[in-house]
């Protein structure tokens, strides 16, 4: 919708898109999200019309003269909910019944296709819970075999002195599998789709069409599934990382304070705040593609982490039983695979793609106003996409610092679950972590 503005700002948008976007695209891209800010902070305090309070001089065919569609939702194409499917089928099937949610969850294109839709959040609630009594299931088994392995390697008092690293060794053995499980699925799902050939178009192929994109069911819950695991890897990384305590409203002294004690975990790992970091861009850049029709792009982003996690476990899982010798070759296996995927197919095939191609969306003639959206949804993209590859540069130096070590003093330690103080143990060597928990980087 748009409201007191005139001819000259409608004339914006017919230009040909080769004169406007090549050269104004990031302009305006930051004009409309400030104009989108300056919409919500006054409807929030009922000042709708604030535009009318702007002094002349400000000039009636600028930016902050064009009022942005009140919803984005009203301008992105719908997908069937479960309500209409059932309706949808003439009375053949029953809400709730088990047939119907069977059927509908084997549907291409419907609401589960956006995460942010009730439905899908529904399921995912669902999911975040089941993956978290499935590690409840599964963590321990790891956990004993991990005493079982430290015993036999270490002798039988190895674990009185090492219950922290049997506690991480359940976690990433969990980890390991998830990660390895969903790369291979990744792989054989998405082996022959257009946007991971480059003789195919490549990532062009992810914004040609957009947003009416189709979303087949592997792709569905595959992106479920994935966010299923990233929000509960949240919910871990603050149950690693902290402990908390419900106390009295008073004190022993009779003095009012606060109900919730919260305390730093041992299990707490060396770089929190970066960890932290990482599963707030993860989650948002889930959550954010799948509610902006970018699940294209978002699933070749997870397939690339998923690869390089794999070593990444596998490297946390043979140094905390201090396995030397398979610690340096996961260790050299990781360097070599997160060069590969986090350092070149990331920045220089994936986020270069979305730079080259997200003007494909406006077609060859004009940009429609219904778009503007899209504007300010893939300027925010782009900067979670270039924030996470600053992460990975950042866990990258980490490792490059560890090998540096290891050549030249043989200093085998994990930097990366190090405490701030605490003393180096030179029969470790580790790799940052990513995706998953813990505390403050050296």
């Known amino acids: 919708m748009v409201v007191g503005h005139s001819p000259r700002i409608s004339s914006i948008f017919e230009r040909p898109i080769a004169s406007m976007i090549s050269s104004t695209e990031e302009i305006s891209s930051l004009a409309l999200l400030t104009t989108a800010a300056l919409d919500f902070i006054f409807r929030f305090f009922y000042v709708p019309q604030w535009r009318d309070y702007l002094p002349s001089t400000l000039g009636f065919d600028g930016w902050l003269f064009h009022e942005l569609p009140s919803s984005w939702f009203e301008v992105l194409p719908t997908f ?3 309500t ?3 309706d949808l089928s003439n009375r053949r099937l029953s ?10 969850a084997k549907t291409p294109s419907t609401s589960l296709g956006v995460v942010t839709t009730n439905d899908a959040l529904i399921v995912l609630f669902c999911l975040v819970f089941l993956v978290r009594r499935v590690k409840g299931v599964l963590i321990p088994c790891f956990r004993s075999v991990g005493r079982k392995i430290g015993a036999t390697t270490h002798g039988p008092t190895w674990e009185n002195n090492n219950e922290t690293r049997i506690v991480k060794f359940g976690e990433y053995g969990f980890r390991f599998v998830f990660h390895l499980t969903l790369s291979v699925i990744g792989v054989w799902y998405f082996w022959e789709k257009p946007w991971w050939d480059q003789a195919q178009g490549g990532v062009k192929n992810t914004f040609e069409g957009y947003p009416h994109h189709a979303i087949d069911v592997g792709m569905i819950w595959y992106y479920l599934i994935q966010c299923a695991y990233n929000v509960e890897a949240m919910l871990a990384l603050l149950e690693l990382s902290f402990n908390f305590e419900v106390l009295s409203l008073f004190s022993s002294c009779g003095k ?3 109900p919730l004690e919260i305390t730093w975990s041992p299990t707490c790992r060396g770089d929190f705040p970066e960890m932290f970091t990482h599963h707030v861009i993860t989650n948002l850049l889930v959550i954010g593609s799948s509610h902006f029709r970018f699940t294209r792009i978002g699933s070749m982003v997870f397939i690339v982490h998923d690869i390089s996690d794999v070593p990444v476990d596998l490297s946390k899982l043979t140094n905390f039983m201090k396995w030397k010798n398979a610690t340096v070759v996961s260790f050299v296996t990781l360097l070599a695979i997160w060069l590969l995927t986090r350092l070149y197919i990331l920045p220089f095939v994936i986020v270069k793609g979305v730079f080259e191609y997200n003007t494909c969306v406006f077609g060859t ?3 429609s106003e219904d778009m503007h959206y899209y504007i300010i949804a893939i300027l925010i993209f782009k900067v979670l996409l270039i924030g996470i590859t600053i992460l990975h540069v ?3 130096l980490i490792m490059i610092r560890i090998l540096y070590r290891l050549v030249t003093k043989g200093d085998r330690h994990d930097l990366s679950e190090q405490k701030q103080g605490e003393d180096l143990d030179v029969t470790e060597i580790g790799c940052p972590d990513d995706m998953a928990e813990d505390k403050k980087a050296i």
């Open 80 to 82: 069937t909910t479960y």
């Open 84 to 86: 209409e499917f059932v």
């Open 95 to 104: 809400f709730f019944s088990l047939e119907s949610m069977m059927k509908f």
């Open 256 to 258: 009012l304070q606060s």
């Open 365 to 367: 003639d004009k940009i």
């Open 394 to 396: 950042f866990w990258f």
